[in-house]
């Protein structure tokens, strides 16, 4: 991974917004490596989703929630177990019930690690937001689904299964119509492979075209980007309709034996052309690698 250079990773809460009754985004102002948050609420409890990368940013979050909470129990999950989503669990702990499905678990436990020490390695802003980092072991595990009943609002927390990573969840709120999808969806940006062979190969573009297509099928009328601005549907469709491309795109000349540099650089430029004014431009090249070792041989 590139070196990361500025702007700070900060979580700044003066922009928060309100989606729908009782739910609030803290929006991640399209600042790198600061993902949008949630702060759900219903009449007895409070559950906060992703915590911000490192104990400063998770602090910010857990005041605002405590102070949104005004007494309601509080809950906190994550999307996913990246650290500007998760490594500022440890910040919640004896705040919130922490909640997370047993595949994000597994990730944050075996691979946490590793992902601070090459987290650090971005640049001196991503260190100091880690600094003091512990990876905190979640209180509840649960498989696939959990139904969290915050009083006249049922939170679902659902698994998708492996796609970009291994541990994803989605969390949707029936009730007003919205989705938290994690880095599964992003707005105005490439989607993020992180396929780092042979350390990190366990994203999957065709499972992910998969889970996008379950998502779509769900038609929220709110969703909830990784990174980027909240939107509707048609993120789910952006996303869904570049996987695609870039699968079948990097699939025929995988067909026609050309060597995988040349895949890149071609699929590369066609991505460019078609999205010219996404972020994110050296995630293509992530994505061809992995959809080139998906290609069915």
């Not at 034996?257 to 004014?277: D, G, N, Q, Y």
Request: charged share 25%; proline share 5%.
């Amino acid at each position: 991974m590139s070196e990361y250079l500025l702007p700070e990773p900060v979580v700044r809460t003066e922009e928060v917004r309100e989606l729908a009754r009782d739910l609030m985004v803290i929006p991640n102002r399209g600042v790198q490596l600061v993902p949008n948050i949630g702060v759900i609420g219903g009449t007895h409890s409070v559950l906060v989703v992703e915590t911000g990368m490192g104990r400063r940013n998770a602090e910010t979050v857990l005041a605002f929630a405590a102070e949104y909470a005004a007494g309601r129990r509080l809950y906190l999950t994550t999307t996913h177990f990246h650290p500007e989503h998760a490594f500022g669990a440890q910040v919640f702990a004896g705040e919130a019930t922490f909640l997370l499905n047993r595949a994000q678990a597994e990730d944050l436990s075996t691979k946490g690690a590793a992902y601070l020490e090459m987290f650090r390695g971005l640049g001196e802003p991503v260190a100091r937001q880690l600094e003091g980092v512990e990876i905190a072991a979640p209180d509840v595990v649960y498989d696939d689904a959990y139904d969290l009943d915050l009083g006249g609002r049922v939170v679902r927390m659902r698994a998708t299964g492996r796609a970009h990573s291994k541990g994803d969840q989605v969390i949707t709120i029936p009730d007003a119509g919205a989705m938290f999808t994690g880095d599964l969806v992003e707005a105005g940006q490439f989607a993020i492979f992180p396929w780092f062979p042979p350390h990190d190969t366990d994203v999957s573009g065709t499972r992910w075209i998969a889970v996008i297509r379950r998502l779509a099928d769900a038609s929220p009328r709110v969703v909830v980007p990784g990174h980027g601005d909240v939107g509707g549907p048609q993120l789910l469709a952006d996303v869904r309709d570049y996987l695609e491309l870039l699968r079948d795109e990097t699939w025929v000349r995988r067909d026609s034996a050309v060597s995988e540099r040349t895949i890149v650089e071609e699929v590369t430029a066609l991505m460019i052309e078609r999205h010219p004014e996404w972020a994110g431009r050296e995630w293509i090249e992530k994505g061809v690698g992995c959809l080139c070792a998906e290609h069915p041989a």
